[in-house]
């Protein structure tokens, strides 16, 4: 293959992460970096994706309204193709958003 990831240890394995602070981002960061396909969801409020510091390299972005049903229902079809999830909520609040098992 001709991507740039092909041959690195988590070739082929793809992160949806939700943007937030703490350890998710860093994670995710370590799995791009280890050649995972990490796709971070961003707030769409902010209008724009907000991480544009160290911690984002390596990653895709999208914004989406968590809130909205519409984004929910984006969230849930990037997670169908997903090998894993980052989440950085405290428990209960990916189920309130309606993106829990």
Request: glycine content about 12%.
């Amino acid at each position: 293959s001709n991507s740039p990831r092909a041959g690195m240890a988590l070739a082929g394995i793809k992160v949806l992460e939700l943007e937030g602070i703490g350890p998710g981002p860093l994670a995710g960061c370590v799995l791009a970096d280890f050649g995972a396909d990490v796709v971070s969801i961003c707030r769409a409020s902010e209008g724009r994706p907000k991480s544009q510091d160290h911690v984002s390299r390596g990653k895709r972005s999208i914004a989406v309204d968590l809130k909205a049903p519409a984004g929910v229902a984006v969230v849930r079809r990037l997670a169908a193709e997903a090998d894993v999830f980052i989440e950085p909520f405290r428990p209960g609040v990916v189920e309130k958003l309606g993106l829990g098992p």
